[in-house]
């Protein structure tokens, strides 16, 4: 097939080609994003007859060393990240190949199934508002590819036409084609739990850095009445073993995963609360679960220290059920081993305090501890200074600044040296009541941590000394203590109050509509789809239930098919393409201001308008010499025809004042 040159039209697959990268810019290397780049000005520089055709041997080397580095980057052959590069690059090179009639609609596809994969790294509401613009974008290009003659309104008007007939057969698949369990291609997504922050290791400092993150972590869906803040504590980790710098679980988390529920017995004295919880990060063993879970069902099961664990690494969003009692008792079996290890060395200040305490009851040691931290003047803060050397007694003796993570990893050492078995909690605490929807979302920003002792004949309690300090972080949540923290980074600390609840307003908003979409559309798994189904009678696993459901994708497709073809033979519609555009011609005119009489031929009224508004002349001559032509010529030119429409659609005349009522009956219209 013979190369073609480039034409001016051609520049526009550049829109094509960067709308469709624009999804992939968060995950794209950056070696792949500069290399589309080059190609996408290469290409620009081509179409302007400003470089040359880049020569085979050059594309057989890139394509090859691309393809290389894409794999290599990525570890693996197959999977979503190196698929989604391997396109990106496929899209670059194909530029740089470009040469034959058939490349634009390569490129154009292509670049509809690129945009599309971007769904594959975020199912959020927003990237799904990004695939549909840029699908409808790359079809309208398609259209005119294929119909030179329409303009793009034209062109985009079609698109529009043929997505929204589209739209009943996609939600009839949606509802009834089966659904894929797990990710695509049957490879895990990459571990996204950088989301939340949370991980099985905490240092002073690991967890404020998420105050200001507004990420979603979980939305919370309660059967009965919402518990209140000050019992809204969201356990997923516990540690038990700590080096002097760090704590730890004392354990590995997998190893754990599995085993039956411990052994010890709860006495719910609170009552029992139901409720639903949806996990929105991937890949990960920390399932927050109200403090404390007595039972857990779906995928999720209890494990070692009362937590909830997916019976399998999740590779989506995770919903389970639990149920809970927040003022229990975990019965009379003793703590483990690790609840009173601490360093041979280190903090001797800390040391030194909690021997004076050696001796007092539990109870007493526990009140003595807070006592020193209301007295002592400690502060609450979100940018408490750095502690590298003897963290503990640099903040119980000097600083006395801190976050949660400070207070409870201090307070456990405390008690520990004290003679007190004490272990360090990580998870959420508080979370916002969302109005519209009544979910308690947890974010990021709700990360907390606080301290479990355990009392013999009581089992473990929980005691938060960041309440000593700050109540309201406790009482009121994260937002009530730093308003601040709804605002972007940039804006925190400089904008008045009413803009940060504006901003939480609008947060709340946009909440709602994800939680929508989280509920209805991303959560609408295999298991639901069968509930459906049976309620329709079709959950039938042989091939009569097979073939009801393609039955009611044939019947739907066929009835849109069928409606789209009454709407073409519709009794009204006008086939002659030249006389609906005359139709639309006299419209426009009567719109205008002036009338068109029916006897008046292209001449008649080409004059007449030449007369009452000589600002419309010269356009409507030309309309009118081409609707002659088309009319009154043996053998017109097709290409006229389509000249004609594209005109007259094009023309929109403003009305006026006309000069002078012409001879013949022309006349400003209404008068």
């Keep these: 097939m013979a190369r073609i040159d480039p034409r001016p039209g051609d520049r526009v697959l550049l829109l094509a080609f960067a709308a469709s990268l624009l999804g992939h810019l968060g995950h794209l290397p950056a070696w792949i994003i500069v290399f589309c780049m080059a190609a996408g000005t290469w290409f620009f520089l081509w179409s302007l007859k400003l470089v040359p055709q880049v020569p085979r041997w050059l594309r057989l080397i890139l394509t090859l060393a691309a393809c290389a580095a894409a794999v290599l980057t990525s570890g693996r052959f197959v999977g979503r990240d190196v698929g989604a590069a391997m396109l990106a690059l496929m899209l670059s090179l194909k530029l740089l190949e470009f040469g034959r009639s058939s490349d634009r609609r390569f490129i154009l596809f292509i670049s509809l199934f690129l945009s599309v994969t971007a769904l594959l790294f975020a199912k959020t509401l927003p990237m799904t508002g990004y695939a549909m613009i840029c699908s409808g974008l790359i079809l309208t290009l398609v ?6 003659g329409p303009d793009t309104a034209s062109a985009a008007r079609t698109t529009a036409l043929l997505m929204l007939q589209a ?26 739990g950088a989301s939340t922050g949370l991980t099985d290791t905490l240092a002073p400092g690991s967890i404020n850095f998420l105050a200001f993150s507004p990420s979603v972590a979980a939305r919370v869906k309660f059967s009965g009445p919402v518990p209140p803040s000050r019992q809204r504590y969201f356990r997923a980790l516990v540690l038990n073993s700590f080096d002097g710098m760090a ?26 609360i139901d409720y639903e919880i949806t996990v ?37 969003t995770f919903r389970f059920r639990a149920r809970s009692a927040t003022i229990y008792r975990t019965g009379p079996s003793g703590p483990p081993n690790q609840a009173l290890q601490l ?84 998870g959420f605490q508080g979370g916002e ?20 002792v355990w009392y013999e004949g009581r089992g473990w309690v929980r005691i938060d000394p960041t309440s000593a300090v700050a109540p309201d972080r406790i009482e009121l949540g994260m937002q009530a203590t730093f308003p601040q923290s709804d605002l972007p980074l940039i804006a ?23 939680t929508f979409w989280q509920q209805w559309v991303l959560d609408y798994s295999g298991r639901r789809q069968m509930e459906l189904l049976k309620r329709l009678k079709l959950d039938r696993g042989d091939w009569l239930g097979v073939l009801a459901r393609v039955g009611i994708v044939l019947v739907t497709g066929l009835g849109i098919l069928g409606l789209a073809v009454l709407w073409r033979l519709r009794p009204n519609r006008d086939s002659d393409p030249v006389r609906r555009a005359m139709n639309r011609f006299r419209t426009r005119l ?30 409507a001559g030309r309309i009118l010499e081409l609707y002659e032509a088309l009319r009154y010529t043996p053998n017109p030119d097709p290409e006229d025809q389509k000249t004609l429409v594209r005109l007259v659609r094009s023309w929109r005349p403003k009305r006026g004042t006309a000069c002078s009522r012409p001879e013949g009956g022309m006349s400003p219209a209404g008068r």
């Design 433 to 452: 009541i969302n109005p519209l929807t009544e979910f308690l979302v947890l974010r990021a920003s709700d990360a907390h941590a606080w301290t479990e």
């Design 167 to 192: 739209l009943p057969l996609a939600a009839i698949l949606f509802l009834v084609f089966p659904r894929i369990q797990g990710g695509l291609w049957g490879v895990a997504a990459p571990a996204a």
């Design 590 to 619: 009567t719109r205008a201001g002036l009338s068109t009489p029916d006897w008046a031929g292209p001449r008649d009224l080409s004059r007449m308008i030449v007369l009452a508004r000589p600002d419309l002349g010269p356009e």
């Design 492 to 514: 925190q600390g400089e904008a008045p109050a009413f803009v940060a609840q504006g901003v939480r307003g609008l947060r709340i908003g946009l909440d709602a509509v994800n």
């Design 280 to 316: 929105e990060f991937d890949h990960t063993e920390f399932l927050p679960a109200l403090d404390l879970p007595m039972a857990a069902s779906g995928n999720a099961v209890l494990s070692e220290g009362f937590l909830v664990r997916p019976r399998r690494p999740p590779v989506d």
């Design 247 to 272: 704590w730890t679980p004392g354990w590995r988390v997998e190893s754990r995963r599995g085993l039956p529920p411990p052994t010890e017995r709860i006495e719910d004295i609170s009552g029992p």
């Design 143 to 148: 259209v005119r590819l294929e119909q030179t």
């Design 343 to 426: 360093p041979e060395t280190g903090f001797p200040q800390a040391r030194t305090l909690a021997a004076a305490w050696r001796g007092m009851p539990p109870q007493e040691i526990v009140r003595a501890a807070l006592d020193l931290i209301r007295r002592e003047e400690f502060i609450y803060t979100l940018s408490p200074p750095l502690l590298e050397d003897e963290p503990v007694d640099r903040f119980l003796f000097e600083t006395r600044q801190g976050y949660c993570e400070h207070f409870a990893s201090s307070f456990a050492v405390l008690m520990r040296a004290a003679g007190v078995p004490a272990r360090v909690v990580v």
